[in-house]
Structure formats: C-alpha cells, structure tokens
C-alpha cells in the first residue's frame, strides 16, 4: 500500500493504518527534529505530536497530493506552535562550547569528528528557515518538488534558497574552521 493509500485510509476511519505510517515515518521525523533543536527528549516529544496531528487533522488530507509534504508541513507547523508556546528566541551569538557539547549528546554517532562538529555549529548558526530547507533537502533527501509542496512556493525558489543556505553555511564553516 501506497502512503498516499495508507492515509486515505485513515482518514476514512481506519486507525490503525496510522500505526503503518508511524513506522515509515517517525525515524525520519525524530531525526529531523533532533538536527533542529539539538534535544532528543524535545524531538520525541514532536514527533508525538506530529502523530497526534495526523490523526486529528486526517480530514484534510486531500488524496490527490503526497503525503510526505503533507507530513512535514504538520511536522513544520508543531515545530513554529511549540516555538511560539515557548516563546524561544533564537541567538545570533549562538555560545559555540555549550552548543558542541548539545550536538556530542544527539549525535547518532559516538564520535563526531572535527569537520562533522564544525558542519554541525554551522548548521546551527544558520537562520532557521536555512537550516529547515537544508534538513529537508540533504538530510531527509527530499526532492525540490516535495519541498516546494511543504514550503507553498516555487521549485525555483526552493533552488534559491538551497543555494543560498549552501552560501551562507560554507561561510559559517570556514569562519569556525580558523577558530
């Protein structure tokens, strides 16, 4: 069965369909909120909450678009909500020491070498709207088209912006690279 087959189901009352999409999806979205908030127990706690959107918004999925930007607009839309609730401001003069030792706790890999904790510290001195497309784009391996559905604008946009980001984040690293 298709996703797109699976949610339809769901929306048509059959929940346990739900439990299926759980298991293709929340790996992806764990990780995915882990690399924007640098917190495990937060990533789990949004991934929940995606789930429980899922459910509770299955009405408006509508059967002839993809579900997988459908998933990550909810999954972009718990993250601006819980942002929003609490109020998190983010820092321009990101503190590099305490932010390293959060990105060595969610690493998946015990060791991290130096040009990975560099990418990491840049990657968090990135705006978040930078930082979001490039999790989409690299790490969750979405394509253009997926992105453009997620974001509600143009593939060429979508472009501009990678590239943009792809700028600003080789800025931030060779700016760390020196320290």
Do not use: C
């Not at 990780?31 to 408006?60: G, P, S």
């Not at 509508?62 to 998190?88: C, L, M, S, T």
């Amino acid at each position: 069965m298709s996703e797109e087959s699976l949610m339809m189901a769901v929306k048509q009352g059959d929940l346990e369909r739900a439990s299926d999409l759980f298991e293709l999806y929340h790996v992806p979205l764990y990780n995915f909120f882990v690399k924007i908030t640098y917190d495990r127990e937060l990533a789990h706690d949004l991934t929940q909450n995606v789930f429980l959107r899922l459910i509770r918004f299955r009405h408006t999925y509508k059967g002839e678009k993809r579900f997988k930007p459908w998933i990550y607009q909810i999954a972009r839309n718990v993250f601006a909500d819980h942002n929003r609730k609490n109020k998190v401001l983010k820092n321009d003069n990101i503190d590099v020491e305490t932010l390293s030792e959060k990105i060595q706790e969610t690493s998946e890999s015990i060791t991290l070498n130096e040009q990975e904790k560099i990418l990491h510290l840049s990657m968090a001195r990135l705006k978040d709207e930078y930082r979001e497309i490039l999790l989409m784009s690299k790490f969750q391996k979405m394509k253009y088209e997926e992105i453009s559905e997620v974001l509600n604008t143009s593939v060429a946009s979508v472009k501009v912006t990678v590239h943009r980001a792809i700028k600003k984040l080789k800025e931030h690293y060779f700016e760390l690279e020196k320290i």
